[in-house]
């Protein structure tokens, strides 16, 4: 058995993870720049902000485009880069009939029936001590 190409195989799998691994953001939190800012410029371009979190470093926000449609993004929180954006509709694994014939998924929400700092009335509530 040669040992050179077991080698050279494990070598090129070991770099190659830490290229596809790396998709957080690594900002200093000393360089970050506060939520409220990024809600403000969002709600600007016509965004509706259901929700702004930090995930993996990065500011997740949970809310609707322009045209409607529900997205989530990420944003680096010291340029407020756009990192990632996916839209709900996007996912391969709902491809369900039964979600077209009820027309609620498929109708833009309007700024009256939309949450405001994510706050929907009905859901329960969780204190964390």
């Given at each position: 058995?040669?040992?050179?190409?077991?080698?050279?195989?494990?070598?090129?799998?070991?770099?190659?993870?830490?290229?596809?691994?790396?998709?957080?953001?690594?900002?200093?939190?000393?360089?970050?720049?506060?939520?409220?800012?990024?809600?403000?410029?969002?709600?600007?371009?016509?965004?509706?902000?259901?929700?702004?979190?930090?995930?993996?470093g990065?500011?997740?926000?949970k809310?609707?485009?322009?045209?409607?449609?529900?997205?989530?993004?990420?944003?680096?929180?010291?340029?407020?880069?756009?990192?990632?954006?996916?839209?709900?509709?996007?996912?391969?694994d709902?491809?369900?009939?039964?979600r077209?014939?009820?027309?609620?998924?498929?109708?833009?929400?309007?700024?009256?029936?939309?949450?405001?700092?994510?706050?929907?009335?009905?859901?329960?509530?969780?204190?964390?001590?």
């Amino acid at each position: 058995m040669k040992i050179k190409p077991i080698v050279i195989t494990f070598s090129l799998l070991l770099m190659s993870s830490n290229a596809l691994a790396d998709d957080d953001c690594d900002d200093p939190i000393a360089g970050w720049q506060p939520r409220e800012n990024l809600r403000q410029q969002l709600e600007s371009e016509g965004w509706t902000v259901f929700r702004i979190k930090v995930d993996d470093g990065c500011y997740e926000v949970k809310g609707r485009d322009p045209d409607g449609h529900r997205v989530e993004a990420e944003y680096s929180p010291a340029t407020f880069e756009l990192m990632e954006m996916e839209r709900e509709d996007d996912d391969d694994d709902d491809d369900d009939d039964s979600r077209g014939k009820s027309g609620s998924y498929s109708k833009p929400i309007s700024e009256e029936q939309a949450p405001r700092k994510g706050i929907i009335k009905g859901r329960p509530t969780v204190t964390v001590e």
